[in-house]
């Protein structure tokens, strides 16, 4: 294959493999609590807290997803060069 067109699907693989880690992680690890002195601000602390958390695992669940599809691309990448491959060998 030409250089052009080669896909480090090892890379690839590492890659994702990152990613849905990283993702795995912001979900499991909880956010601190909000410090904050013990007067009504810190029920806007808390809400502030539960909405990072929210957007926290937002970011996650995408991080997770876009691992799991690079991962589906690089199958999806071999099988269609396996079959090229094949179809040139039938060429000869």
Known sequence: MTPDFEVDTEGVRA???????????????????VPGPHWSATDAGAVAAEAARRTLAAIADDLIIMGRSAEGVV??????????????????
């Open 15 to 33: 890659w994702a493999a990152a990613l849905t880690t990283a993702g795995g992680q912001l979900r499991s690890d909880p956010l601190p609590p």
């Open 75 to 92: 199958r999806d990448y071999e099988a269609a060069d396996d079959r090229v491959a094949a179809r040139l060998r039938g060429v000869r």
